[in-house]
T-cell receptor, first 113, second 114 residues
Framework: DGGITQSPKYLFRKEGQNVTLSCEQN?????MYWYRQDPGQGLRLIYY???????QKGDIAEGYSVSREKKESFPLTVTSAQKNPTAFYLC????????????FGEGSWLTVV | QQQVKQSPQSLIVQKGGISIINCAYE??????FPWYQQFPGKGPALLIA?????SEKKEGRFTISFNKSAKQFSLHIMDSQPGDSATYFC?????????????FGAGTQVVVTP
């Protein structure tokens, strides 16, 4: 099946720890995105990448880092500098050039304990 | 500062009724206006989308109405069904390489009663 796989689905982190969320897509999409969703709010863009080895900050990048070493993978690290990391994190991808549908993964719940 | 404002926050509609959700935006550079449907614990799924050169787009029971001069767009769900109970998000983005940089509304929780 083609799609976007996020893991883990649920993650608990102690304060002061970094945690990395995985996002893998087999859609052969060029562009990938990370969004954050808080209860009762819309999604907000954290980081995005249009091509391998290149990425840009979104609206709320502080306290997060990413890498894009492979076309199919775009992991997100939530660092200890992120002051309020508890949220639902969504990875998305889009093919560039012919169409603009953005596909989302199933999301990862991060809770700081 | 939210660039896309969505209302209402929630609505309850009877089966067979019409659900209407409204969104407004300020940035005239926005060129793409999608609506997403999200079920609890799942990622959003694209429902329908419109470009500003079209005033209305219909796909099955879902219709987007777009008013460029008023900078408003709305989603109409006709003949609402219990399976339509979900949270709906409007969004907007600029064109070109900014397609995926979506600005989302806060969402509308729709409950369709049997």
């Amino acid at each position: 099946d083609g799609g976007i796989t996020q893991s883990p689905k649920y993650l608990f982190r102690k304060e002061g720890q970094n945690v990395t969320l995985s996002c893998e897509q087999n859609l052969n999409h060029d562009a990938m995105y990370w969004y954050r969703q808080d209860p009762g709010q819309g999604l907000r863009l954290i980081y995005y990448s249009q091509i391998v080895n290149d990425f840009q900050k979104g609206d709320i990048a502080e306290g997060y880092s990413v890498s894009r070493e492979k076309k199919e993978s775009f992991p997100l690290t939530v660092t200890s500098a992120q002051k309020n990391p508890t949220a639902f994190y969504l990875c998305a991808s889009r093919t560039t050039g012919t169409g603009n549908t953005i596909y989302f993964g199933e999301g990862s719940w991060l809770t700081v304990v | 500062q939210q660039q896309v404002k969505q209302s209402p926050q929630s609505l309850i509609v009877q089966k067979g009724g019409i659900s209407i959700i409204n969104c407004a935006y300020e940035n005239t550079a926005f060129d793409y206006f999608p609506w997403y449907q999200q079920f609890p614990g799942k990622g959003p799924a694209l429902l329908i989308a419109i470009r500003p050169d079209v005033s209305e787009k219909k796909e099955g029971r879902f219709t987007i109405s777009f008013n460029k001069s008023a900078k408003q767009f709305s989603l109409h769900i006709m003949d609402s069904q219990p399976g339509d109970s979900a949270t709906y998000f409007c969004a907007a983005s600029k064109g070109g390489d900014s397609w995926g940089k979506l600005q989302f509304g806060a969402g509308t929780q729709v409950v369709v009663t049997p």
